[in-house]
Structure formats: C-alpha cells, structure tokens
C-alpha cells in the first residue's frame, strides 16, 4: 500500500522560500507520478505541479500561477519529492497536498485530481504580507 507524507510547511513572509517534502512508501511500481495540489479556504483543490518518475524522461508540469517560481524535483534513493517554493505571496497560502498517480501522466494541459489515487494528509504554507 502506497503511503505519502508531507513536511516542510510553515510561516514565511512574502518573498520567502520554503521546501516542501513528500516520502513515499509501500511503492511497488516502475513508473508513476507525483503531483502537488493546494486549497486554499473557502477555495477548491489546485493542481500546481506533476512530475512523472522513471517515465517520459521525468517530464513536469506547472500550473501558469507558479511557474517560475516553484520546482519539482524528485530523490529516487530517498524515494522523496521535493517542491521548492521561492517568491512566495500571499496567495499561495493554502493546505498542500502531495499525490500518487499510478500511471505516469502524458498530458501537460492541466492536472485531474481522479488521476491520483493515494493522498497525503497535507502540509500548511502561511505566507504573511
């Protein structure tokens, strides 16, 4: 059973930067994705950035919002996700979640939320003006 946890999240001032972690466990496949969501309160879920591990050449996606700005990368030997925030606003504060989709991902348009199976229980990104 694929599990998922997220650390990292905080209190930043605008302009700051924070990492965010996700370490898997339980994984028994080759190739799946990766992806981070957000919600805001009061707001729907976001889809803000995948990535696709040992799969289209670990191809990633971002959301308009955040490129730029953040970036995915992944650690294969720590089975970890990484999402570095930089530039942070106001307005990326929100609960974020990572999730696992078990099947890499091709499109690159936007991110489904029924395309990923297993979900982290979230991690809070404060961001003071």
């Known amino acids: 059973e694929v599990q998922l946890v997220e650390s990292g999240g905080g209190l930043v001032q605008a302009g700051g930067s924070l990492r965010l972690s996700c370490v898997a466990s339980g994984l028994a496949f080759d190739d799946y994705a990766i992806g981070w969501f957000r919600q805001a309160p009061g707001k729907k879920r976001e889809g803000i950035t995948f990535i696709n591990i040992n799969a289209y050449d670990g191809a990633a996606y971002y959301v308009d919002s955040v490129k730029g700005r953040f970036t995915i990368s992944s650690d294969g030997a720590k089975n970890t996700v990484y999402l570095q925030m930089n530039s942070l606003k106001p307005e990326d504060t929100a609960v974020y979640y990572c999730?696992?989709?078990?099947?890499?991902?091709?499109?690159?348009?936007?991110?489904?939320?029924?395309?990923?199976?297993?979900w982290g229980q979230g991690t809070q990104v404060t961001v003071s003006s």
């Open positions: 999730a696992f989709s078990v099947h890499p991902i091709e499109t690159f348009d936007t991110m489904q939320p029924y395309e990923y199976t297993v």
